[in-house]
C-alpha cells in the first residue's frame, strides 16, 4: 500500500517523510476515483456516491477599502459588485477556526481557547459571510450546503501558510461523539429531501506539536464492539471517547451518517 502510494503520486508522498493529512487526503480520493475509471463530469464511482456533497456558493465583490464613501455607495451599484451564486461540490468540508489568542489564566498557565463545532459549521448556514482577501481584490463569500453524502469529512483549518512560514492554531474544538446534526445548514427546501442530516463520529486524525515537526494521531470506532482505539505508527492503545474531543483535531474523516 505505502509503495504504491509513493508511486502513484509520482514521491509527493514518502514512506520516510511525513506528509500533511488533508494533502494526502485529498489525493488520495482523486486517485481512487480515477483509478476506478471515474471521470470529473461525467462517470461516476463509489467514491463520488460515498464522500461527494454539494453546495451553493454566493460571491460579492467590494470595493477598495480606502476608497471614499460616495464612491463606494456607486460601485456597490454596479453590475460586477452584484452577488452572484455558482453550484459546487465537494469531497470534504474546510473549517476556520477563530484567531484566538492563548492567554493566561490565575495561576498563570496557558489556557488553550474552546470553540465548539457548530460556531465553525455555521460557515455553511447560508447565512454567515466571511471576507476573502486576493492580491488586487476583496470578496464577500457565503456557503449553503444542499446535499449531504452518507459519510461527511470534515477539516479544520489549523494552519496559515505565508512565504516565510508556518502558524498553527492551537484552539480545541468541542465537538460530540454522536448525533452532529446539519440540519440547520440547509435550506427549508433541501431540508425536505433529506430524511438523515445527523451523524456520528467514526474517525479522528489529530496533529500533535509544531506544524513543521509534529506527528499524527488517529482514533477509530470499532464498530463490533463499540471501543474506541487510538492508533499512532504501529502503536494501538484503547482510549476514552471523552478524551478524543479534549485533542487538536484536524480531520473528522468520515462522519457516519446515522439513522
Not at 509527493?12 to 482523486?30: C, R
Not at 461516476?44 to 460616495?70: C, N, W, Y
Request: proline letters at 5%.
Amino acid at each position: 500500500m505505502l509503495q504504491a502510494v509513493v508511486l502513484c503520486s509520482k514521491k509527493t508522498f514518502q514512506i520516510a517523510k511525513q506528509g500533511d493529512g488533508v494533502d494526502f487526503l485529498s489525493w488520495f480520493l482523486n486517485a481512487l476515483h480515477s483509478a476506478l475509471g471515474g471521470t470529473k463530469k461525467k462517470k461516476k464511482t463509489i467514491v463520488i456516491d460515498v464522500f461527494q456533497g454539494s453546495m451553493r456558493i454566493f460571491t460579492k465583490k467590494l470595493p477598495h477599502p480606502d476608497l471614499p464613501a460616495e464612491e463606494k455607495e456607486q460601485l456597490l451599484h454596479k453590475d460586477e459588485y452584484q452577488e452572484t451564486m455558482v453550484e459546487s461540490t465537494f469531497m470534504y468540508l474546510t473549517l476556520d477556526l477563530p484567531t484566538a489568542p492563548l492567554y493566561k489564566g490565575e495561576k498563570e498557565q496557558l489556557i488553550i481557547p474552546q470553540v465548539p463545532l457548530f460556531n465553525i459549521l455555521a460557515k455553511f448556514n447560508g447565512i454567515t459571510e466571511k471576507e476573502y482577501k486576493t492580491y488586487k481584490e476583496n470578496f464577500l463569500k457565503r456557503f449553503q450546503l444542499t446535499k449531504l453524502p452518507p459519510y461527511l469529512i470534515v477539516c479544520i483549518k489549523r494552519f496559515t501558510k505565508n512565504n516565510f512560514f508556518v502558524e498553527k492554531n492551537p484552539n480545541i474544538v468541542n465537538f460530540p461523539i454522536t448525533n452532529v446534526d446539519l440540519r440547520e445548514c440547509l435550506s427549508e427546501e433541501v431540508q425536505a429531501l433529506h430524511k438523515n442530516t445527523t451523524y456520528d463520529l467514526i474517525i479522528n486524525i489529530v496533529h500533535d506539536g509544531k506544524p513543521s515537526e509534529g506527528s499524527y494521531r488517529i482514533h477509530v470506532l470499532h464498530h463490533g464492539i463499540g471501543k474506541w482505539y487510538e492508533l499512532q505508527d504501529l502503536q494501538v492503545t484503547d482510549i476514552l471517547p471523552q478524551m478524543i474531543t479534549l485533542s487538536e483535531a484536524y480531520i473528522h474523516s468520515d462522519l457516519e451518517e446515522a439513522r
